[in-house]
């Protein structure tokens, strides 16, 4: 059995979930706009262990959300999460959160996702992803203007998901192929449980001494 803990904390859902063989177990999260992480986010690794009545000393690897996203989320879930892995000496695994994001979305052939989250005034952090979940474009932090994502509508849809959306709405010119859902979309560590465990029996694991998150702090134009 392979029991994996996913921390998801780059936004202000503070999500915690337990998985085993690739299966979800227990999930807790909460979401709060004023960041509740550093009160919330050990207590809700004790209770999902507790409720799937699994000891920390049985985890086989810790999984954390990298980023972008908040820098004050990011170093609490990645301080956590190398916490643990140092005390177990377990290995430690990276899930980019725009993947993690853009999982929510099932979509079919040449149709594309769009994960978008907030970054102040008129930028987001993007990337674009394919029906199998595969990276089309790099993530990047951009400022979104009426010309934005509108080449990629020339011959797909998007399918935008993530709390940027607003903002993508608003200021890119009217496409019929852009669709857009609910706006208050956050990632989860839901969908965090499929790809840790991927990964996990690839063996791609990170340096636990050397790990830092994605910050992505220079941003370009759309």
């Known amino acids: 059995m392979s ?3 996913n921390i998801e904390s780059s936004t202000t859902n503070c999500s915690i979930s337990l ?3 690739g299966k979800l177990i227990s999930i807790r999260e909460f979401n709060e706009k004023n960041y509740s992480h550093s009160t919330k986010l050990h207590s809700f690794i004790e209770e999902v262990l507790k409720n799937s009545n699994i ?3 049985k985890l086989s690897a810790i999984a954390v959300s990298s980023g972008p996203g908040s820098y004050t989320g990011l170093r609490i879930g990645v301080s956590a999460a190398k916490g643990l892995c140092y005390a177990l000496k377990v290995p430690l695994i990276s899930v980019p959160t725009l993947k993690v994001l853009a999982r929510q979305i099932n979509i079919k052939g040449k149709d594309l996702i769009i ?8 930028e987001v952090y993007s990337a674009v992803y394919n029906s ?3 990276l089309v474009r790099n993530i990047f932090p951009e400022i979104i203007d009426s010309e934005s994502f509108i080449e990629l509508a020339k011959e797909n849809k998007l399918y935008f ?3 940027g959306q607003e903002k993508c709405e608003r200021l890119i010119r009217k496409n019929s192929n852009l669709i857009f859902s609910n706006y208050d979309t956050f990632p989860s560590s839901k969908e965090m449980v499929l790809i840790s465990y991927k990964k996990f029996k690839k063996s791609k694991f990170e340096d636990v001494a050397y790990f830092e998150p994605d910050y992505l702090k220079k941003f370009k134009a759309g």
Do not use: C
């Open 115 to 122: 994960p978008v989250l907030d970054a102040r005034r008129d």
């Open 55 to 57: 000891s920390v000393n």
């Open 161 to 163: 998901i993530g709390n």
């Open 132 to 134: 199998k979940y595969e």
């Open 19 to 21: 998985a085993n063989n």
């Open 3 to 5: 029991y994996i803990l």
